[in-house]
């Protein structure tokens, strides 16, 4: 009877075995991920012509060394290649980035919209000649 126990034992290990490797690669490849990004990111900070400093402070929550890592790989590419630097688009400051319009435009807006007014610039343009088609 003792058999049944270390049969059944020896059946499940490796079973078990294979579900606890197996999920050692998801977490490999999760961190493969991880580090992957951040070297794109340096190599796109290097690209931009940005400071190492710079992409370190746009990019807290990635790893600083997978960041120079990418910065570096990226730079001796670009001196083989003799690649130029692309410069990134100006920053838009903390105000611009909220799209809202200011109360007061909003009401000018609706005020002219009840009177009727039209501006010249969106007023259709009348002439003598029939639309295309009629005649």
């Known amino acids: 009877m003792q058999k049944a126990p270390a049969l059944l034992f020896?059946?499940?290990a490796p079973i078990l075995a294979v579900f606890v490797l197996s999920g050692c690669d998801q977490v490999m490849e999760i961190m493969n991920k991880q580090k992957a990004n951040g070297k794109a990111i340096?190599?796109?900070c290097r690209?931009?012509?940005r400071a190492l400093e710079d992409c370190y402070?746009?990019?807290p929550r990635i790893a600083k060394a997978d960041i120079f890592a990418g910065w570096k790989e990226m730079n001796e590419y670009m001196l083989q290649k003799k690649i130029d630097v692309v410069?990134?688009?100006a920053d838009q400051p903390a105000d611009a980035s909220n799209n809202k319009q200011p109360a007061a435009n909003i009401a000018s807006a609706a005020d002219n919209a009840d009177e009727g007014t039209d501006d010249a610039s969106t007023a259709p343009?009348?002439?003598d000649k029939p639309a295309h088609?009629?005649?």
Do not use: D, F, M, Y
């Open 87 to 89: 410069p990134p688009p």
């Open 10 to 12: 020896r059946c499940i």
């Open 125 to 127: 343009e009348k002439t």
């Open 133 to 135: 088609g009629t005649e």
């Open 57 to 59: 402070r746009r990019n």
């Open 47 to 49: 690209h931009s012509g």
């Open 42 to 44: 340096g190599a796109a």
